[in-house]
């Protein structure tokens, strides 16, 4: 089965910084010119949230209010591997946090919707927390 595979992750204090790491190099030959990377993350007792995506041809970034201006996304082809470096962190960052991948692009509003991706990491703690 299909598995993109997260590294990193961890405990933080407030206002620090982390890099998630998300490969991409398990998906299908299909996707490979086109696909669409997303980061979500759930807290305890939240509904999972979308924050972040790019798309693999073009770059094309989305991000979430919540973590727009703190949080980027990039990718490194040659390496299948897109990261979300998240920086100025917050108590109420705290989450599990998951990357996806779907085919095509990020869209704008249909980036942040579960429903919209194929296959999904296993997901990594972020605890930020003094």
């Known amino acids: 089965q299909v598995q993109l595979v997260q590294s990193g992750g961890g405990l933080v204090q407030p206002g620090g910084s982390l890099r998630l790491s998300c490969s991409t190099s398990e998906l299908p030959s299909d996707y490979s010119a086109y696909h669409a990377v997303g980061w979500f993350r759930q807290a305890p007792g939240f509904t999972r949230e979308g924050i972040s995506c790019?798309?693999?041809?073009?770059?094309?970034?989305y991000y979430a209010d919540s973590v727009k201006g703190r949080f980027t996304i990039s990718r490194d082809s040659g390496k299948n591997t897109v990261y979300l470096q998240m920086n100025n962190l917050k108590p109420e960052d705290t989450a599990v946090y998951y990357c996806?991948?779907?085919?095509?692009?990020?869209?704008?509003?249909?980036?942040?919707?579960?429903?919209?991706?194929?296959?999904w990491g296993q997901g990594t703690q972020v605890n930020v927390s003094s």
């Open positions: 996806a991948a779907a085919r095509g692009w990020c869209y704008a509003g249909a980036y942040a919707y579960t429903e919209t991706y194929d296959y």
């Open positions: 790019i798309s693999s041809s073009d770059g094309t970034t």
